[in-house]
């Protein structure tokens, strides 16, 4: 063999002696682990009101985009520079003018509702698991 192919070959060897050492330290470091200190997550003991809402934060500002209440708030603001100050004539008038608040205030309350739901069993003292959460 040539001297470069020597050296190629006792290095992937060298690497291949070293991973070997390594998934076998961690392997013996796993191995000495007692088993008693696994916590079951079903059996946890429950929040306490202020805990259940501390992770009610968590859990909301994990699901909610960013853009939604920039949003929300744009849509209230336009609310009141528009249709609040507009005569009962110029709203009888305009064809269609609520169709689109009606949407917005049915999507507000299916996600409040949905808030709602998830708020009360953390403050029941349930630890919500994100899977439990509808994103």
Known sequence: MEPAMNSIFYSVIILLLLTGA???LMWEVNKKRPGGKVVNLNQTEPMTKEEGEDHFSVLMN???PVWYWRVNHEYIDFL???IKRMTMTELNETPG???AQ???SDLNSAVYKYYDNIKKRCL???KVPYSDLDV
């Open 80 to 82: 009141h520079a528009t």
């Open 62 to 64: 994990s699901i909610t």
């Open 102 to 104: 009606r949407r917005c």
């Open 97 to 99: 003018l609520f169709d």
């Open 124 to 126: 029941n003292g349930e």
């Open 22 to 24: 390594i998934l076998f």
